[in-house]
């Protein structure tokens, strides 16, 4: 099997993965590391939680005009959620607006996953690349920040093997 979202970890690592998806005990490994589920089920209630976030962690990055869910963001291209900057001449001036759009598959996500893809694209308003200093950020927001990114794809896989996941042709 493929293991699409697990591509780069070591050769170890991926054969417990798949120790665990030949027992059929991965889902259940993740969600037993993961059980809350995510309380944010709306745009209005996402926003609140992605301001209260940059408000704690990042007061001084520029503010955002627009945080949702994005039903056509899709997994298998690489977008768990989108950071972008919308500008626009106002008054002689170049005025950026900030939005951020999350996957919607999050509403049914664990919790802990939900907070890992904020914290990521609230990074890219300050770091761009992914560099020492994103993932040094990331860490700063979230001190589990590696091991939240390692299960989210655990959980994108045991998803996909369960069908509940779109799949690149």
């Not at 919790?111 to 914290?119: G, K, P, Q, Y």
Request: glycine fraction near 4%; charged fraction near 25%.
């Amino acid at each position: 099997m493929k293991l699409r979202y697990l591509q780069g970890y070591p050769p170890g690592l991926l054969a417990q993965v798949e120790g665990l998806i030949d027992s059929g005990r991965l889902a259940e490994t993740v969600a037993r590391r993961h059980p809350q589920p995510s309380a944010i089920r709306n745009e209005r209630a996402l926003y609140d939680y992605v301001c209260e976030m940059k408000a704690r962690h990042m007061k001084s990055a520029p503010p955002l005009a627009k945080v949702v869910f994005d039903p056509k963001l899709h997994v298998v291209k690489n977008a768990l959620g989108t950071h972008s900057a919308v500008s626009r001449v106002q008054g002689g001036q170049l005025k950026a607006k900030r939005e951020i759009r999350i996957a919607a598959l999050f509403k049914d996500a664990p919790a802990d996953f939900l907070r890992m893809i904020v914290v990521h694209e609230l990074a890219h308003l300050k770091e761009r690349e992914h560099d020492k200093a994103f993932y040094a950020l990331c860490q700063h927001m979230e001190p589990d920040y590696h091991q939240l990114e390692f299960d989210l794809r655990l959980w994108l896989t045991a998803q996909e093997l369960q069908g509940k996941e779109p799949v690149a042709d």
